[in-house]
């Protein structure tokens, strides 16, 4: 795994790549604001509690492995 180039030329290039990848047409940009519903919001906080679930399970199989 090659390290991230985290010059600002580097950062700026990726931007402008993710900017121009983006679509943010008038029927479009709606898409891109956060969901605050109910549902959104449970959604967030349900993949973020797996994701801190499998951070501290392989956290602990780091641990068993030495």
Do not use: F, H, N, W
């Not at 990726?14 to 479009?28: E, G, I, N, V």
């Amino acid at each position: 795994m090659s390290a991230l180039d985290m010059s600002p030329e580097a950062i700026s290039a990726r931007l402008r790549a993710a900017s121009q990848m983006s679509d943010l047409s008038p029927d479009r940009r709606l898409d891109a604001k956060l969901d605050m519903s109910s549902a959104g919001v449970t959604a967030r906080l349900r993949e973020a509690s797996d994701l801190y679930d499998a951070c501290l399970r392989l956290a602990a199989l780091g641990r068993d492995a030495t």
